[in-house]
């Protein structure tokens, strides 16, 4: 799945693209992926004023004072094409532009979702009114975190993939980082000291940061708005390297199960 840098990484692959375009149609192939699309077909006329991103969702304002929410689901991608290309494969919508390009939207196994709400009404929605801080913004620190982890027995690798404390640090990017900040996945949150989350907190927004700058992970699906992979895969240092040594003390990465996800860690590393 898609995670916030791939997230980010395609916002600022479509920003210059859709900024100040005006939309002509929308057409949608089918009526829903995930859950029903909106309708779209309203949009004709408006123009795009701002493509942003909260959380994993990629929001694109328009000028009537509305923003088409989305989440790429699983395998879901956007790509700017020129408008007398033919659908593509898995393609669902199609959003034409004043400039003879469109907007195409991909998703093989339709986990992705869509939604059109009103711009000042988007932080009461239920997608977004319980989100925790964003990781690259100056509310998440290691103050805060002690806050939220202060008599948690969860954890850590959960707490910090916790949508509700802070969003986007996907199953990739928490082992990245814990392995960074030399906690093991499987430590009670509260039991962490306060000097070792702050540096948790700095190796999430390091590892975030890096991953944008490489274009996100490809694993499987994910491609940038240009139709190119992402690269930060080839840094991993724990993550999907079971039985391969550590690259700072050669002991072997190891794995195991929480919540049903695959965490990866250095024994020797990570306490």
Same mark, same amino acid.
């Given at each position: 799945?898609?995670?916030?840098?791939?997230?980010?990484?395609?916002?600022?692959?479509?920003?210059?693209?859709?900024?100040?375009?005006?939309?002509?149609?929308?057409?949608?192939?089918?009526?829903?992926?995930?859950?029903?699309?909106?309708?779209?077909?309203?949009?004709?006329?408006?123009?795009?004023?701002?493509?942003?991103?909260?959380?994993?969702?990629?929001?694109?304002?328009?000028?009537?004072?509305?923003?088409?929410?989305?989440?790429?689901?699983?395998?879901?991608?956007?790509?700017?094409?020129?408008?007398?290309?033919?659908?593509?494969?898995?393609?669902?919508?199609?959003?034409?532009?004043?400039?003879?390009?469109?907007?195409?939207?991909?998703?093989?196994?339709?986990?992705?979702?869509?939604?059109?709400?009103?711009?000042?009404?988007? $932080? *009461?929605?239920?997608?977004? &009114?319980?989100?925790? @801080?964003?990781?690259?913004?100056?509310?998440?620190? %290691? +103050?805060? /975190?002690?806050?939220?982890?202060?008599?948690?027995?969860?954890?850590?690798?959960?707490?910090?993939?916790?949508?509700?404390?802070?969003?986007?640090?996907?199953?990739?990017?928490? $082992? *990245?980082?814990?392995?960074? &900040?030399?906690?093991? @996945?499987?430590?009670?949150?509260?039991?962490?000291? %306060? +000097?070792? /989350?702050?540096?948790?907190?700095?190796?999430?927004?390091?590892?975030?940061?890096?991953?944008?700058?490489?274009?996100?992970?490809?694993?499987?699906?994910?491609?940038?708005?240009?139709?190119?992979?992402?690269?930060? &895969?080839?840094?991993?240092?724990?993550?999907?390297?079971?039985?391969?040594?550590?690259?700072?003390?050669?002991?072997?990465?190891?794995?195991?199960?929480?919540?049903?996800?695959?965490?990866?860690?250095?024994?020797?590393?990570?306490?």
């Amino acid at each position: 799945m898609p995670e916030l840098p791939e997230v980010e990484v395609v916002r600022t692959g479509l920003e210059p693209c859709l900024i100040g375009r005006r939309i002509l149609t929308v057409t949608c192939h089918r009526p829903s992926l995930r859950y029903p699309l909106p309708d779209m077909g309203s949009l004709s006329g408006s123009r795009i004023v701002a493509v942003r991103r909260r959380s994993k969702y990629l929001l694109i304002e328009v000028s009537d004072g509305r923003v088409l929410v989305w989440h790429l689901g699983m395998t879901g991608q956007f790509h700017v094409l020129g408008s007398e290309v033919s659908a593509g494969k898995h393609e669902h919508v199609r959003i034409d532009l004043d400039d003879g390009t469109s907007l195409r939207y991909r998703d093989a196994r339709r986990f992705g979702y869509a939604g059109l709400l009103a711009a000042d009404q988007l $932080a *009461e929605h239920p997608w977004f &009114a319980t989100l925790g @801080p964003e990781p690259l913004g100056d509310a998440f620190n %290691g +103050a805060y /975190l002690a806050e939220l982890c202060r008599g948690r027995k969860a954890p850590i690798k959960t707490v910090i993939m916790d949508a509700h404390v802070v969003v986007g640090v996907g199953n990739i990017y928490a $082992a *990245e980082s814990l392995f960074r &900040a030399g906690i093991h @996945p499987g430590r009670a949150a509260g039991r962490i000291a %306060g +000097a070792r /989350l702050d540096l948790l907190a700095s190796s999430i927004r390091d590892v975030l940061r890096e991953a944008i700058s490489a274009g996100g992970s490809t694993i499987s699906d994910f491609v940038r708005a240009d139709g190119r992979p992402g690269y930060f &895969a080839h840094a991993f240092q724990v993550y999907g390297r079971k039985g391969q040594p550590c690259l700072v003390c050669g002991e072997g990465i190891r794995r195991i199960q929480q919540s049903g996800r695959s965490s990866f860690y250095c024994i020797r590393c990570q306490h």
